[in-house]
């Protein structure tokens, strides 16, 4: 079979780090890889004034996937880059699942006290193309003491019922097959009315899934204090950035939680990347875990149909963590990349 | 003095039960009170249709303040009694100050792991009248395929402001002068562009306050890992929803969780509840913890000049809490009302 054809973009601060060592491991894992990078990210839009041309969007469209390090930079304005880079990608390549696992790896230490792996293991199913991500909204009279600024959040049944469908068909593969909603129905009445009548109208076709719901406030608590309620979460694209770091913060840190944007009808290539942003404030210095990037290349290589190559990864992964057990801390962003390596490689 | 006038609208599922306890430890502390109970909430939905009339709102107006326990049932759909009725309070008497103190007190066991009552001590200062909290937005084609639905958030220079300016007025009085701004500005670039500048503003009439800001994702995740960053937090109506929650479930849990709803200006009663809600689940069994309602009527205390009464009530829910520690749990709501009762009128 032909070399799969991957988009790398590094993107700023520890983003070029830690997606070095990801490029590292999928190497090790023998998978057949051509990867083209791109510098799209801070320094390019400093130098050219450029975010992401038509042009090369389109290239971008001919790949098989696209692995993305983190995007922003404080020299930037605020949501610039989001924007129109990152967020223009996971719009455009029509990424409408956000899938985001929560789980707490043996060997972690979580905040939470008296939790134990078996009680944080979920899959955040985020929608990835509507509601206030849409970008609509406006201001008038800005500067003044009449200023008003507003922003819409759009909901289609079209978008909610896809990634619904998804979601339930996630849960259903699960030992538990539990399907949460989270939303914030009592207040969002219009497309709080439209996810859950679009739930209740999918549940009859996947009979074997149990289906709850949460308002987003009580969900983000029992994260905190009854992690295991949770199986298969699925909720809007606001509430699942919110939640799936509450999510990285329980399971361990934002230095483990790895993420796909994932177009499911591969009409265009899915992209994964690290849930955590740029860091500025640790870049170049090497003391970026390049954990969540490993992670989210296992998750590449399973959408990508190499499911043993992506076990392999995953448990790479597993098997460094429980040696942090031990206290062997304060590895290098490239010494954690290698130790995982080695281990994918059958050398440790 | 004359007497206080406090209207009381215990509300639905435990509501009654824990302001029952809330006017017990009232009456202990020697406020002279004149109470006025309205039974509104869904029992008096379901007989008269009715939610919050002009007429019963006009005459809450003339209370010096309100008590109020949940609102909410199941047998009512999603945001008709939130809507009608407890979000109209709060936006017909300018309740622009959602008050709500993230504290841990000796004694609570908190889900976090090695956190000490030090390490959580903050006030939220949630605006109350503004953003997607508005009811702006529509459906159409409801129920088919083609169906959209929006979500407006509505924020005003005037409504920013205001709260901003009392957040730093709080952050001054306390010994670490920080003030976070929480938000999402770089998605949310209209309402986002707006608060971040009415923050840099104002900063400037108070030089004692550092200011700080966090995306509501990364503030969430810091809420669990590292909650000692956070001193004053301001931030809108929805993002304020969500973080009290998660400051109640670290702080030892929503029973503890008590907020303000304030018209600084007083042109109209302030409003004081638990955070909870009605947890029609365990309802009428004596379960529910009455200490969140308790610590709703010391903030109401202060708010009314009541200093010395407000702290006294406080010290007895400190020290019942203390006793907590040596196991003494399954106490019944009236025993829990009764205890802080006996303290507070110096019998324990
Ligand atoms: C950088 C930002 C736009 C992004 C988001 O809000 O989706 C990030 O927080 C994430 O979760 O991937
Ligand atoms: C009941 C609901 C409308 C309310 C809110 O969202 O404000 C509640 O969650 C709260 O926090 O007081």
């Known amino acids: 079979s032909r070399n799969i054809r991957l988009a790398v973009i590094p993107g700023d601060g520890i983003g070029t780090e830690v ?37 090369v969007l389109q290239e971008l469209r001919g790949y098989d996937a696209i692995l993305l390090g983190a995007i922003g930079d404080p020299s ?10 990152l967020l223009r990608l996971r719009f455009e390549l029509d990424h409408y699942v956000n899938l ?65 469908r998804y979601a339930f068909a996630r849960a259903a593969e699960r030992p538990r097959k539990k399907l949460t909603l989270v939303h914030k129905t009592n207040v969002l009445t219009y497309a709080g009315d439209l996810w859950q009548r679009t739930v209740n109208r999918v549940a009859a076709d996947f009979p074997e899934v149990t289906t709850d719901y949460q308002h987003i406030d009580a969900a983000s608590m029992f994260f905190v204090n009854q992690p295991e309620r949770f199986d298969v979460i699925v909720t809007d694209n606001l509430f699942g950035d919110i939640i799936t770091d509450i999510g990285a913060a329980i399971a361990g840190g934002i230095g483990l939680a790895a993420s796909g944007n994932i177009n499911p009808e591969r009409t265009a290539p899915s992209m994964f990347e690290p849930v955590h942003g740029s860091a500025p404030d640790i870049a170049g ?51 954690i990349g290698d130790d995982i390596t080695a281990r994918v490689s059958g050398g440790a």
């Open 100 to 164: 985001r696992p929560v789980k707490l790896y043996p060997g972690v230490e979580t905040p939470l006290a008296d939790t134990l792996p078996g009680d944080i293991d979920m899959l955040v199913v985020r929608e990835g193309t509507e509601s206030l991500y849409a970008g609509a909204g406006g201001v008038l009279r800005r500067g003044t003491p009449h200023e008003i600024a507003t922003q819409e959040s759009l909901n289609t049944a079209f978008g909610v019922e896809r990634v619904v």
């Open 285 to 335: 210095q090497g003391k970026a875990d390049p954990t969540a990037t490993i992670l989210s290349v296992a998750m590449m290589l399973d959408h990508l149909g190499l499911a043993e190559e992506a076990a392999r990864v995953e448990q790479a992964v597993a098997d460094d963590i429980v040696e942090r057990l031990t206290g062997w801390t304060g590895r290098t962003t490239h010494e």
């Open 76 to 85: 930037v304005p605020p949501g610039i880059l989001e924007r129109d880079l």
């Open 19 to 55: 997606v070095a060592e990801g490029l590292k491991v999928l190497e090790a894992v023998g998978a057949k890889i051509d990867a083209t990078h791109y510098d799209l990210g801070a320094t390019r839009y400093h130098a050219t004034g450029e975010t992401l041309s038509d042009e």
